[in-house]
């Protein structure tokens, strides 16, 4: 299938075409005010571990996934009982915002852990529990203070909750979603206006959720709020995570960043510099982005003061150059080597983080500079002519952080096309703030290789509907599932006279080039691991290559067995997709972004082939029967979805469980997943015409019907 066709199919099946919330003035708001706080909290302040992520199993939708997990979840659970935080303050959270030059906050009202930081009639689990010794509705003192002090109000929802019993169950679909809209309208109707709902989680799709609805009801209770984009609807802006976004003034979004190196107060946990911090604020507006920055209370309700006084510099910078950031635009300078620029009105500010020497260059400007003025302090000399803008400031007036250049120009800035530096920025490196502190190294897996008939899954024959909407009728085949590692494709691979065919450069094999020989090497520590990066060509090879090694029939599926097979379930009667995972950990930077279906690099489809760079689960093909749901049909837009299965998405890092719009015949994408699938020929249909696809029909015989 052509790369073209597959990514079309997926952007269509994984973003919902639902009309984003919110008013246009409410986004006028959003993006002039640049600069929020994040707040996450809970229980687990106690301990000072990251919220949620420590909880030990079960996680309903996480069960393989090794991050952390050092508190036992009766623990966990039990922790609201001792949570007190008798310095809670929400008048003093908005004067600190505001000292901070913050204008808006975004607050947990419930993550992952399902612990309810407001007071609602469908848990107990929640902070005015008769269980818990504080008793008082945060989310509550806090709106009203906000209200009070014109912050605007965003509120963070988990759609996933670890600790409901029918999340993910077999009622998910009434009794956990009645559960998730119904906290929703709460926080609708009991809080006064809401300018922001931030959606969680990183998993799942928008029939999960349910997500046209609530997004219905939303709009209605709550008109003029806007939505974020992870509740697999398109959302009114993004959300890069623990990065700072690129340059985009098409589509509005938001980085969110924490000031130490996890979500909630962490102890000893390490602090940005305010230098850091600024530098962070100024490259996100640069990019025409906000900045949301996570600052997490203490279990008391107190902030870190060390956190405190870092945001207080930064307001302080706010008081007296806020003209430069408030309200503006990214560009009409593209973020260099320099710096970054913001404009509104006829003026343009330029945000100089490194000089060469005493002058700054940029490109080329087509607008007149009518004045130049140093906001910083001292002079500056500005020379513009056909080949771009330059500007000099003697040394003794260049700030150590950012010396500020505010350019008056004929025309309105804004709509200056944008102008690409002369000299490209720098790559944005968040320090030991975005790594771990240990790297962590997991064992080796055992190579998996099965063969026999107890590993066959059986599809029936019958005729179905295809995802194009054809009817496609199949005799009855097997698939078998098998797992290519790493050593068994190298091995091929020199083996094979057309190996460089099937070898592509971001495998975990070397290739050396010797006395005009190629040979294949695995990397060290690498060796069983699941092949990847294999097109349905290179996967035709191997199978011909292990057929006549073995002996056994090893056949790809055609495309119409694959989708209709991908996830076939004898027993229980429908579909599942099935993956391998492997036991790696490996050290992870907090740089990804965006749902791997926006990220993918199809190489055809793979169903050899299965893998991750960050894969965290044993070796081993699963059935998640006990998670997932049966594949249902539903219509979009008058076009025919399927959804359902179980399916692995690799984001920010770790394994997260999802149920996506999975299209079958889709291997994945680049950065290591694949579905596994090889099919093996069992039997005869009248007249001896084979069941089932193969291109080596010519070369080995058929293999005794298994009855």
């Known amino acids: 299938m052509k790369i073209k066709i597959l990514l079309t199919v997926l952007l269509i099946l994984s973003i919902s075409r639902v009309a984003p919330a919110g008013s246009d003035e409410t986004m006028a708001w959003w993006r002039d005010a640049k600069f929020g706080l994040f707040v996450h909290w809970g229980p687990i302040s106690i301990l000072g571990k990251e919220i949620s992520w420590c909880r030990g199993l079960p996680r309903p939708g996480e069960e393989y996934a090794t991050w952390d997990r050092s508190v036992p979840a009766e623990k966990y659970d039990s922790l609201y009982k001792e949570f007190n935080p008798v310095k809670f303050d929400a008048e003093g959270w908005v004067r600190m915002m505001k000292d901070a030059g913050m204008k808006y906050i975004v607050f947990t009202t419930k993550h992952h852990d399902g612990f309810v930081n407001f007071d609602s009639k469908y848990t107990d689990y929640k902070i005015t529990s008769k269980d818990c010794p504080f008793g008082c509705d945060i989310v509550g003192e806090l709106a009203a203070a906000c209200h009070r002090g014109g912050i605007g109000l965003g509120l963070y929802y988990s759609p996933p909750d670890w600790h409901h019993p029918e999340y993910l169950g077999p009622n998910h679909d009434t009794k956990y979603i009645e559960y998730f809209h119904g906290q929703i309208e709460e926080l609708c109707k009991n809080y006064g206006k809401v300018d922001v709902f931030w959606f969680d989680g990183l998993r799942g799709n928008a029939e999960d959720w349910h997500a046209h609805e609530v997004v219905e009801k939303i709009k209605r209770w709550q008109p003029d709020a806007l939505i974020n984009n992870r509740l697999g609807v398109e959302g009114n802006m993004g959300t890069p995570e623990q990065s700072v976004g690129g340059f985009n003034r098409t589509r509005p979004w938001e980085s969110c960043v924490t000031i130490g190196t996890q979500w909630t107060w962490g102890g000893n946990d390490k602090t940005k510099s305010y230098e850091e911090c600024m530098k962070l604020l100024l490259n996100t507006v640069g990019r025409d982005g906000n900045l949301l920055l996570n600052v997490g209370p203490r279990p008391d309700g107190a902030f870190e003061p060390s956190q405190v006084a870092v945001i207080k510099r930064m307001g302080d910078w706010l008081k007296h150059y806020g003209d430069s950031i408030y309200a503006t635009r990214g560009g009409p300078f593209l973020p260099g080597k320099f710096g970054v620029s913001t404009c509104k009105g006829n003026k343009i500010y330029v945000h100089v983080l490194s000089f060469d020497g005493d002058k700054v260059r940029l490109g080329k400007l087509p607008a007149k500079i009518t004045a130049a003025k140093v ?227 199809i190489w055809g489809y793979a169903p050899i082939a299965v893998g991750s760079y960050d894969a965290t689960s044993p070796v081993g093909c699963y059935d998640m029967s006990g998670n997932v749901r049966e594949w249902t049909s539903s219509e979009t837009d008058g076009k025919k979805i399927t959804k359902g299965g179980s399916f692995w998405n690799y984001h920010t890092s770790c394994r997260t469980f999802s149920r996506y719009l999975l299209p079958p015949a889709a291997a994945g994408d680049a950065n290591g997943f694949r579905l596994v699938c090889v099919a093996v020929n069992k039997g005869r249909t009248k007249g001896g015409e084979q069941r089932g696809h193969s291109t080596l029909s010519d070369k080995i015989g058929d293999i005794p019907n298994q009855e």
């Open 375 to 601: 906001l910083t302090g001292g002079e500056c000399k500005v020379e513009q002519n056909e080949n771009g803008v330059e500007i000099a400031v003697a040394k003794e007036h260049q700030q150590p952080l950012n010396t500020l250049i505010e350019l008056t120009v004929d025309t309105d800035a804004t709509g200056i096309a944008m102008i690409s530096p002369l000299v490209p920025p720098e790559p944005i490196d968040l320090g030991h703030h975005s790594r771990p502190e240990k790297e962590l190294v997991g064992k080796t897996p055992k190579v998996v290789f099965r063969n026999g008939a107890d590993e066959l899954v059986r599809v029936p024959a019958g005729e179905y509907v295809n995802r194009d909407g054809e009817k496609i009728a199949l005799d009855e085949f097997y698939i078998q599932k098998h797992e290519t590692t790493n050593a068994m494709y190298c091995e091929f691979l020199n083996d094979c006279p057309d190996a460089a065919r099937h070898y592509n450069g971001r495998m975990q094999i070397k290739k050396k080039d010797s006395g005009g020989k190629a040979t294949y090497s695995v990397e060290p520590g690498k060796e069983n691991y699941p092949i990847v990066f294999v097109s349905y060509h290179d996967a035709e090879a191997y199978a011909c290559w292990m057929s006549e090694k073995t002996g056994e029939r090893y056949l790809l599926p055609s495309e119409a067995q694959w989708e209709k097979a991908a996830g076939w379930d004898d027993a229980k009667k429908h579909f599942y997709a099935y993956a391998i995972q492997t036991d790696e950990i490996r050290p992870h930077l907090f740089a990804c972004s965006s749902s791997i279906l926006f990220d993918m690099d």
